[in-house]
């Protein structure tokens, strides 16, 4: 699964884009420098996501949209379209 796919994943199960939840994360006090299992345990608790949708939310409240361009135009299953990931919604594409 690329990493574009598991944020998509995410707002499919959610019903909150990335966006929206990391706004969330934010009004919770959750920025850069929190530890990877408060954000996980919250997102778990509220929206039933496991470890590797989690992970990859705390990626991008701790990293940035940037991503390694590795997998970028490859053809494996983790590539990626670009190294710069979207998180304003499924609808806005």
Excluded at 30 to 38: M, P
Excluded at 55 to 84: E, F, P
Aim: proline share 1%.
């Amino acid at each position: 699964m690329s990493f574009q796919a598991y944020l998509d994943t995410i707002e499919r199960k959610t019903g909150k884009t990335p966006a929206e939840l990391l706004s969330e994360a934010a009004d919770h006090g959750y920025d850069a420098t929190t530890k990877a299992g408060v954000v996980l345990q919250w997102l778990k608790d509220d929206y039933d996501l496991g470890r590797g949708h989690g992970m990859a939310l705390y990626h991008v409240l701790k990293n940035g949209t940037a991503i390694s361009d590795k997998h970028v135009g490859s053809t494996g299953t983790h590539r990626d379209d670009s190294a710069t990931l979207r998180i304003d919604g499924l609808a806005n594409r």
